[in-house]
């Protein structure tokens, strides 16, 4: 069963970039529905972005529509958040979850109990 492993969270300025990578061990993740979520202390786990398998369809948060952006690196065999103009509010734990049962490759889930497997998180800090 696939494996998300996350990367690239850190502390920056309100305004910077970040990017956060999804690595699959030993999967090819393009196989897999994707989704980013995130969860700030005291709150609920949050759909951030998502990409269909195979057809690589995408769905945004209205929160971060337009400043994230969510894409499949094949050679790295990867999915990746770039994090344009960040705010203080998109302060959390970014977790990256893969649905390994059947996916439509038309659709993109956005519900936290339609992945199955999830990444241990990491961290993103926007100071103002």
């Known amino acids: 069963q696939v494996q998300p492993v996350e990367s690239g969270g850190g502390l920056v300025q309100a305004g910077g970039a970040l990017r956060l990578s999804c690595a699959a061990s030993?999967?090819?993740?393009?196989?897999?529905?994707i989704g980013w979520f995130r969860q700030a202390p005291g709150e609920e786990r949050d759909f951030v972005a998502g990409i269909s398998w195979r057809d690589g369809r995408t769905m945004y948060a209205d929160s971060v529509k337009g400043r994230f952006t969510i894409s499949r690196d094949n050679a790295k065999n990867t999915v990746d958040l770039q994090m344009n103009s960040l705010k203080p509010e998109d302060t959390a734990v970014y977790y990256c979850?893969?649905?390994?049962?059947?996916?439509?490759?038309?659709?993109?889930?956005?519900?936290?109990?339609?992945?199955?497997?999830w990444g241990q998180g990491t961290q993103v800090t926007v100071s103002s």
């Open positions: 030993g999967r090819t993740i393009s196989n897999y529905a």
């Open positions: 979850a893969a649905r390994t049962t059947y996916s439509s490759s038309l659709y993109v889930y956005t519900a936290r109990s339609a992945y199955n497997s």
